[in-house]
Structures are given as structure tokens and as C-alpha cells.
DNA sequence: GGAAATTCAGAATACGTTTTCCGAAATTAG
DNA sequence: CTAATTTCGGAAAACGTATTCTGAATTTCC
């Protein structure tokens, strides 16, 4: 391995001279600092960063802790977060806790012992969770830390569902139903309230409360059909939910848009787009939150203080509520 | 942050000898490695990971790349490799390289420049690949490198397609046909090849190519039927074409698994417990896969030689081919 | 009881950088 | 032409640990 040492040999210059060269630091005359980028690239030079590490204070690392086994939601966060880290050079350490304290400690412990300069933390829902205890700086992205005083960047739940609401309305609907996920999810109780509260006289029916599986959304098309037949909307807590809806309506013999308009939320692609027909859902901008989280996080370690921010989802419009 | 120095003082010895009795080697005392460990815990002392780096030439890190952003392939992969490497006191850092050369490039400067102690290279498809150039252990999961000499875990496609086959054989099944995935996709030549040479005589038709969707399972539905009238199973691809078969099956009035039986490929859940009925399919074993590459690259840091590993999918029995 | 063998711990060095002074050389001002 | 600035680059001290070598203290053996 080639040293900063030989560089520095190659060039002509002492050691500290060349590490200022690369690292556009410290007086040199532009004629020095191109001969050493020059000898560093004739050698294959790759600094170490151990070394560097050592000696800045800083480890250009960040870890990324996730309850979620890196699944669909802290997945494009992680993949937006990184975007904007690996452009600042950041790499990123992937720590996933699998919803254990002891192994969220053992992963703090070991982020901790590598120095990273910062930690961003997520998980499965939006619903808060409470802060880690370390002295680096940490956002919580997707999932809040209950700790305002921390920085968070969070989805605007209520907002997603206000913006379907409206678009329902819009279109002229009036007698609308609205298919939750479980009651004790708060993401769900809080999409349901929003959606109830925007929606008015227009809901035919209190928010059914079930799970976020397709099975639950075929069902409930049984019970609503029941009580209310002539509703011209379902508006479903998720996705998925909705294309267990479309399904049984379909069945049902309902053409959808035109008797009935269903909406899902989260906007996922294996259940929003090979839903029959696709569906109108909004689109929850996970990357986009994950690129705030990360950006937030190199302006912490900048020894700036953003803001926390919440991001509002945007409406997708397909074919379940709008006819060709 | 508490310095080693600060535990050997404590503890009353010397820094090397703190170091020795942290790391349980060297020549010591019971009572003095002891003493050591008790100062430790007191001061509440976390390693630094940068001066170990540095001193002991491992980093207790390994790279992960993958062409996939972390998608429905690499991340079991991904989370089984990290369960044996992170019980291995190792970190692993991330990379996305998004199928972009340039991306993989600079990933494999940086994972370089931190001095990773190994790389696991991963990817979509379980296609081979060619191997990355770098002169630490590599270990390929799931997609394997062109290159033999390389050690590689990877799937055995054609002993997944001849499982079910024979499963299907094993209930009676003598006609069947095949519905495949995109013909340049080599993983699926190699299933649905496989597939034909276990049916012989049982094939009804050559396998179909077409695009891994529940569109397509839709529609060779359609195909099928209309040539083959008398079929009694049909093999998908993919749990996603098989979820789509079994969609337009139900549509058409026939009975599964009594009229058609139907298998799928990945045991991906939430399309074959999603599935009406559930599907029969393998499970890839990725966790599995993943679990060896961590293990191999172990054993390749640690000096030793591991073999390459191929992984035989395990059949999984819902409803879509046998009844109650 | 002395020599040989063994056990234990410390001193020193190395790992590869960054960064803070400081002084020499070059430039400008008077 | 000397003095005051400015520009540039080097020397050296960190950063925190692992490890090798060496010597002292203890034990064992005859």
C-alpha cells in the first residue's frame, strides 16, 4: 500500500506539505499542490483513512440505525440519506436493530467505538419513538423522536390524507367510506381522523379499524356493502388495503371508477400499479425525506441546527378514481 | 471519551498492558486482567475503533455492494451476511452502486481508502457477473463472479424448478405447461430448461417467455388455455407471474388446485400468501445464502480458503397445488 | 541454596494522517 | 538598498491503540 510518505517523496515535498495539497488545505503554491496530485496519481495513491481518522477528529462515517430490517419504508429513506451522504463523502453503516434493545445498545456501542460523526435513525412507521442516548449528532427520519428538542424529519400523515379527501370531493363524491389499518397504529388513527375531518357530512360511516393486509380490505368491502350500498367512494388506509377492495368490488361486479372510487396510501408500487385498476394513492416522497434526514444530518455535523421538518405525500392520480 | 490510558492508570498499569487485558491476549495475571476490566467498566471505557484500525491492521469492517439499491433480493442477503458478520464484531458498510460503473468505482475507492477487511458483492439476479478488482478477501452472494476462481454463494436455480416439478409429479400431474420470465433473463432460461428436461413427456407445450409480472401471468393464462384446454398445472417463473395466473384462472371459473394446480418461484410473501389460493413455491434461502457469504468471507480474512457454495431452494406446499 | 526456567508486565515503536506553529525565501514598500 | 510584509513549505507533535522485545520477579529443579 502506497503511503502518503511516498507521495510526498515523489513530489519532492515533506509530508505535511502533500497532505495540505490533497486536501486543499493550508499555502501552497498552485504549482506545489499539482505536483503532488500528479505524484499521488502516478503512485495509485488511496489515502488512508484510518490515519485520517485518527488525526481530524473525524471518521467521515455515519451510522444508520433501523428497527425495520431494512424494509419497504426505511429502505428508500436509507437510499436517499445515502445520496445525499455519499456525496459528502460520508459511508455509511447500516445497523439494523430488528425492534431489539439489546441489539440497538450493542450497534450504539459499536457506532460509538468507530467514532462515526453522526447517526441517522428510522424505522417502520411514522409513528414516534424514543431518542438514543449518545453525544453525536442524531436525526430521526420517518420515525420521530419523541424528544422535541431533537431534530426529525417526519411524514405529514394527516396531510396525505386530506390531499385524497380532496381529490375525492373534487371529482364530485360525496358518500364516502374510509378502511383503516389497526387501531393502535397511531399513523392509522391518524390518517382516519384527517380524512373524517376534512370529509365532513361526506362520510357515510364511522373509519373501520382492521390490519394493513389485502384480506382485511375484501372484507371490509362486505361489511360496507351491507350497511351503506350506495356509497360512491372507499377510501383505504394503505395501499394495500386497496387493492383488497378493488378486488372484491370487482367481484362484486362494481366497475371502479365509475360506481365506486377507491384510494389507497403509500403509494407502493407491487400493490398500487398491478391493482386492477391501478391505483390513485399518494406518494409518501420516502427518498426525499431520506435526502432531508441526510442533509440535516451533515448541516449537525457542521455544527449548524436545522430544523425539523415534516414532509407532506403527494397525489398520484390513476384509474381507481378517474375514468378515461 | 475515556483513553485507554485513563483505564491503565486507573487499573495502575501500563498502557500495553491495558491493551493485552481488553483484548484477553498476551501474557497476564487473572487478578491483573481483571483489575483492568473492572477500571473499564467503571470509566465506562468504548474502544476506539480508529487506533485499533490503525495499530492492528484490521478494521473490522466489510463492504457490501450491490447493483440492487437494496431491493427484494439483496436485502435478505444482505441481513443474513450481517447476522454472522456483526456476531464477529465486524461493521458493515453500504453501497449502492445503482448498476452504475462509476457509483461501483467509487464505492471500491472508498471501501479502499477505509481499509475494509473484506467486500460481499451482491446484486439483483442471481446471472453471474464480472468480478471486482481489488487485492482484499471478496466473497459474491447471490449474483456469483465469472471469474471460477473466485468463491461465490449462489442459488441453484434449476434445482428450484426440478423440486416443484417433481412435487407436481409426485401429485399426479402429467400435463403441465411452463410460464417464464424475459428470455434474456439467464435465471429464468435455466428454471424453465430445467423444468422441461424433469416434465419430459409431461410438458404440455415449451415453456412461454414473457416479463416477470402478474400482467403476463395474466395473460399466458389467455394463451394457454386456448391451445391447451386440458392442462392440469401450470409452472410459473416467478411468484409474481404464478400470483397473476392464479388471478385469471379464478376469473375463468376454474377451480385451484383441482381444475389447475399452480407453483410459484421465490416464496416472496407478499405475493404467495397474498395469492388466492396461497402458492406453492421454493423458498430461495437467501437469509441462508446470505449467512454462508458472511461465513465465507470469515474464514477468507481469517486466512482460510472456502469453498464456492450453491444453495438448493426448499419447496414450500400452500394451497395452490394441494387441497384440504 | 544457587542456577535454570518460567511468568508476568513495562518501555518503546509503529500505524498513517492532520495540523499548528515557525522560519526561510520572496516580494513589496520606503 | 534596507526594512517590513507576505508567501510558502517544513518540523514536530498530536490522535489512540497493538505488539514486540526485554528485563525483572517469581517459581522450579537438582
Sequence with gaps: MVRITDVATLAGVSIGTASKALNNTGQLRAETRQRVRDAADKLGFIMDARGRALSSGRSFTVGMITTDS??????????????????????VMMCDTRDDTVREQHYIRSLSSRRVDGIIVTGRSSDSRSPISVNIPVVYAFT????????????????????LVDH???????????????????????????????????????????????RWGRQSVDLLLRSHPDLDSICAGSDQIARGVCDRLRELGRDIPNDVAVTGFDDWNVMALASRPPLTT???????????????????????????????????????????
Design 144 to 163: 420521530p423522536s419523541t424528544d422535541p428538542a431533537d431534530v426529525s424529519i417526519s411524514l405529514d400523515d394527516a396531510r396525505g390524507a386530506e390531499v
Design 168 to 214: 375525492l370531493l373534487s371529482r364530485g363524491r360525496h358518500r364516502v367510506a374510509y378502511v383503516s389499518g389497526p387501531h393502535h397504529h397511531a399513523a392509522a388513527v391518524l390518517r382516519a381522523n384527517a380524512a373524517a375531518a376534512r370529509l365532513g357530512s361526506a362520510l357515510v360511516a364511522p373509519p373501520l379499524f382492521g390490519e394493513w393486509s389485502e
Design 70 to 91: 431494512f424494509g419497504r419504508f426505511s429502505i428508500p429513506v436509507m437510499l436517499g440519506a445515502e445520496d445525499v451522504l455519499s456525496a459528502g463523502q460520508m459511508a
Design 282 to 324: 399518494v406518494n409518501l416522497r420516502l427518498e426525499d425525506l431520506g435526502r432531508f434526514a441526510g442533509q440535516a444530518l451533515l448541516d449537525l455535523i457542521a455544527g449548524n441546527r436545522p430544523d425539523s421538518v415534516t414532509i407532506a405525500p403527494t397525489l398520484v392520480i390513476r384509474e381507481s378514481t378517474v375514468g378515461y
